[in-house]
């Protein structure tokens, strides 16, 4: 089992930034693929970014590329997601989740591969 916890979350205007972490507790080892999913009410929760296991690859929704960095520090069993430039339409709940299984690139941006899930953070942007 493994335990993630989120943290970093709050208020911020249009155009700062934010570093959200999620820390792992448990069986962790650096072995998990590492993803952050986001949910705005009323919305689906939606891929954000990932970081995979086997080789660092990382991958990002296209609504945040460019402006979101995924990162993890295996010696912290942490994972942080940066967050810049951010806008209204970014305010969600962003989720941290882990999964041990391989994936290719498509796998990597799906919610049902991923095994394990933090209790959220919440993000609001205003305009």
């Known amino acids: 089992q493994v335990q993630l916890v989120e943290s970093g979350g709050g208020l911020v205007q249009a155009g700062g930034s934010l570093t959200l972490s999620c820390a792992a507790s448990?069986?962790?080892?650096?072995?998990?693929?590492m993803a952050w999913f986001r949910q705005a009410p009323g919305k689906e929760r939606e891929f954000v970014a990932a970081?995979?296991?086997?080789?660092?690859?990382?991958y990002y929704a296209d609504s945040v590329k460019s402006r979101f960095t995924i990162s993890r520090d295996n010696t912290k069993n942490k994972v942080y997601l940066l967050m810049n430039s951010l806008k209204p339409e970014d305010t969600a709940v962003y989720y941290c989740?882990?999964?041990?299984?391989?994936?290719?690139?498509?796998?990597?941006?799906?919610?049902?591969?991923?095994?394990?899930w933090g209790q959220g953070t919440q993000v609001t942007v205003s305009s």
């Open positions: 989740a882990a999964d041990r299984d391989s994936v290719d690139s498509y796998l990597v941006r799906q919610r049902y591969v991923y095994d394990y």
């Open positions: 448990g069986r962790t080892s650096s072995s998990y693929n």
């Open positions: 970081l995979r296991w086997i080789d660092g690859m990382t």
